[in-house]
């Protein structure tokens, strides 16, 4: 599925960088697929105002607690995804370099994970020797 | 078609034997990422370890604002402006956000302008990118200086936890930094593109090697990088 796109736009992009490739190789010309992608990056940046304006709004209208933080994270998701995907093409690059960039920083979370029990920790530490607190 | 004379040329070599064969192995015909440039892969290497550095920051700014005893002060009503007599929370924050969104797209443009040849359009397209990252810089001070006059230091703020100054100044005055450099690089690409350097043929200052079209999507990369941090940052950072 992934292949098929990255034969139409992720290799025609490198072929365009290399003219006589492409000419070699036998690749339709430059200007085949470039029409398509100015609209869809149009759409993307439209997306990604529309985005942006809804986590402000979530500060503006004050809103608390896990609605607040769950729509923060979904915006957020969504906003680096599409950049992600469509402004840096990961959508259309070979899945070889798709894993090899995106696996990595999920194995970040691990690192969430251990320094959430390790603040956890000083925080009580520091309530039970110091006292008071949240 | 790329693909397959790529993949023979690395199975038909011959490789030398000992140290020989190591350094062979490791400098030239190894291609994992097969139909995907070495520059452009890279770059995208380059951006992974920079993602592993803001993720630290991020991380530390979790632990420290999780472990204080001290309430940490409300982004919201901190980064507030005094506008037309109310104050209008997260307000300069919101328009850097859309200053910055607005330079990835003209980025975008000036890459697939590129890719057409079309010389002109991908100069000013990226002088406008350019632009608009120097206006997110210039915010940016603004933002500082506002918050420094109120009594921010590294060390300490009038509202709350201690640890605000310091992660907000290393958060922030990291990626501005990025921002400032990829407008140097963004006007040094621009002017190589609006000379015809990629057409010509002609040798770079400092690698002396012929570029290509390419460099403008590397560039690009390295731009849509910057305003990715600052996604992270934002929700992180400035709405959580």
Known sequence: MAEATANGLGQHHLNAGHAQDAATAGVAPAEVHQEHPIKLYLVVWAWLFVLSACSYMVDYFGLQGYLRWSLILIFM???????????????????????????????????????????????????TFFGGGP | MAETTLTHIGQTEPRPAGWQGIAADWSSDQRAFKNVSWGKAMMWIFLLSDTFIFGCFLLSYMTARMSTRVPWPNPSEVFALHIGGSNVPLILIAIMTFVLISSSGTMAMAVNFGYRRDRRKT????????????????????????????????????????????????????????????????????????????????????????????????????????????????????LW
């Open chain 1, 77 to 127: 998701m969504l906003k680096a995804g599409l950049i992600v995907a469509v402004f840096m093409h990961m959508a259309w690059e070979r899945l070889a370099l798709t894993y090899a960039i995106i696996l990595p920083p999920i194995l970040v979370l691990v690192f969430v994970a251990m320094m959430v029990l390790e603040a956890d920790y000083t925080l009580l530490t520091r309530v």
């Open chain 2, 123 to 238: 100069a000013i397209l990226m002088l406008l990118t350019a632009l608009l990252g120097a206006t997110f810089v210039g915010m940016q001070a603004f933002e500082w200086t506002k918050l420094i006059t109120e009594g921010v230091r590294p060390w300490g703020n009038p509202w709350g936890a201690a640890q605000f100054g310091s992660t907000f100044f290393m958060i922030t005055g990291f990626h501005g930094t990025h921002v400032t450099i990829g407008v140097i690089f963004l006007i040094i690409v621009a002017r190589k593109v609006w000379r015809g350097d990629y057409d010509t043929g002609r040798p770079g200052f400092f690698t002396s090697r012929k570029g290509h079209y390419e460099s403008v999507e590397i560039m690009g990369l390295y731009w849509h990088f910057v305003d990715l941090v600052w996604v992270f940052i934002f929700a992180f950072f400035y």
